[in-house]
């Protein structure tokens, strides 16, 4: 793996995750994404979905445009982490202040982070954010390792 590979997958990744959130992802997906019903497993689906979709449209625009390489099977390999990892934080919408967490809310608080998710209205945006971002960067060196073939 090259850096500037890396660093124009993670690049890509990234910035399509930016638009997937918060530009093409809609309001009725946003609302009930977090709802522990069938009607939040379809609405996280579909915003994982486009979500996806536009990281794969991202990817191929920067192939396309710096001329790298990278395979099919780990473009796919890189894809699917930051879809898993999406949806996973994803189906937490809305419940990051619960008094009973489940999930990675529950990850959150055992880590020392519940006073701060119940006082900061913020909290929970950031925590979920900065669990993408990091999840991006492992999917990044998932997608730009091995030969480009």
Same mark, same amino acid.
């Given at each position: 793996?090259?850096?500037?590979?890396?660093?124009?997958? *993670?690049?890509?990744?990234?910035?399509?995750?930016?638009?997937?959130?918060?530009?093409?992802?809609?309001?009725?997906?946003?609302?009930? &994404?977090?709802?522990?019903?069938?009607?939040?497993?379809?609405?996280?689906? &579909?915003?994982?979905?486009?979500?996806?979709?536009?990281?794969?449209?991202?990817?191929?625009?920067?192939?396309?445009?710096?001329?790298?390489?990278?395979?099919?099977?780990?473009?796919?390999?890189?894809?699917?982490?930051?879809? /898993?990892?999406h *949806?996973? /934080?994803?189906r937490?919408?809305?419940?990051?202040?619960?008094?009973?967490?489940?999930g990675?809310?529950?990850?959150?608080?055992?880590?020392?982070?519940?006073?701060?998710?119940?006082?900061?209205?913020?909290?929970? *945006?950031?925590?979920?954010?900065?669990w993408? &971002?990091?999840?991006?960067?492992?999917a990044?060196?998932?997608? /730009?390792s091995?030969?480009? &073939?």
């Amino acid at each position: 793996m090259t850096a500037a590979r890396f660093a124009a997958v *993670y690049a890509a990744f990234t910035a399509a995750h930016e638009v997937a959130d918060h530009w093409v992802q809609v309001d009725d997906q946003a609302v009930q &994404k977090g709802r522990t019903d069938r009607d939040g497993v379809i609405a996280c689906t &579909k915003h994982v979905l486009t979500y996806t979709a536009t990281q794969a449209l991202a990817l191929a625009a920067a192939q396309r445009a710096t001329g790298m390489r990278i395979s099919r099977r780990r473009a796919a390999l890189g894809l699917a982490v930051s879809a /898993a990892t999406h *949806y996973i /934080a994803d189906r937490q919408g809305g419940h990051w202040r619960d008094e009973n967490p489940r999930g990675i809310v529950r990850l959150a608080a055992a880590t020392g982070h519940s006073g701060w998710l119940t006082r900061d209205p913020a909290a929970g *945006y950031l925590m979920d954010q900065a669990w993408h &971002k990091g999840w991006i960067f492992i999917a990044a060196l998932a997608a /730009a390792s091995g030969n480009p &073939k």
